[in-house]
């Protein structure tokens, strides 16, 4: 079965220091998302993207954040300058196409800021 | 803001038992989906319900999306230890571009 496959599984990070994280989403999928949960709480929206734009965006992912998909398989999420609190499981998860179609998740990158 | 409540936020019982899972909200969403969560990984889909009053079923789970498409039910008959994770129902937004998560149900089957 297809899947979405992220890395790296765990990074471990210098507060202000830059992080990428790389998610290869379904090949035949058109949308992709990243989602972050922090230890215990909720499954939260960061952004979707979708032909090659970013079509919307919480207000968790502020100037700090951005998403590429440099080469047409690769979709990462870079943070420029992290903090404590971005300390998270950062999900990818990509969609053919509408809501009705569901998420497949990748398995998380757990990113821990010291 | 779309808002996606969950009852119970934790439930532990035995074997063989039943139970029901609820998702509320009083916003009217297109859709819903339950997903699967384990430990250090992603959630995994379960189902989509899509019209008003629908049920669906995945062997001993039992979904139902509520007549006003406010709401949705998780049963699961004779429960498993297999069947123990976090349960979460999600929801579109009228945009369709993002999903708002419930709050969760963690379940714990006991052998």
């Known amino acids: 079965e297809p899947e979405v496959t992220q890395t790296p599984s765990h990074q471990v990070t210098q507060m202000g220091q830059e992080v990428i994280l790389r998610c290869v989403p379904i090949s035949n999928h058109l949308y992709f998302y990243w989602y972050r949960q922090i230890l215990g709480q909720k499954v939260e929206f960061l952004v979707s993207?979708?032909?090659?734009?970013?079509?919307?965006k919480s207000e968790i992912f502020d100037d700090q954040f951005s998403v590429e998909r440099p080469d047409g398989s690769n979709f990462t999420l870079k943070i420029r300058s992290t903090k404590l609190e971005d300390s998270a499981m950062y999900f990818c998860?990509?969609?053919?196409?509408?809501?009705?179609?569901?998420?497949?998740f990748g398995s998380g990158t757990r990113l821990t800021v010291v | 803001t779309q808002l996606l409540e969950q009852s119970p936020q934790f439930l532990s019982i035995q074997e063989g038992e039943n139970l029901t899972v609820y998702c509320n909200s009083s916003?009217?969403?297109?859709?819903l989906q339950w997903y699967r969560q384990e430990p250090g990984e992603g959630p995994v889909l379960l189902v989509t319900v899509v019209t008003g009053g629908e049920v669906k079923k995945l062997k001993r789970l039992t979904f139902q999306f509520g007549d006003a498409r406010k709401d949705s039910s998780l049963h699961i008959t004779a429960a498993q230890p297999g069947d123990t994770g976090l349960y979460l129902c999600a929801g579109p937004t009228h945009a369709g571009n993002q999903f708002y998560f419930g709050t969760g149900t963690s379940l714990t089957v006991i052998p």
């Open positions: 993207f979708y032909n090659n734009e970013i079509s919307e």
């Open positions: 998860a990509s969609t053919q196409k509408g809501e009705n179609y569901g998420y497949t």
């Open positions: 916003s009217v969403f297109s859709s």
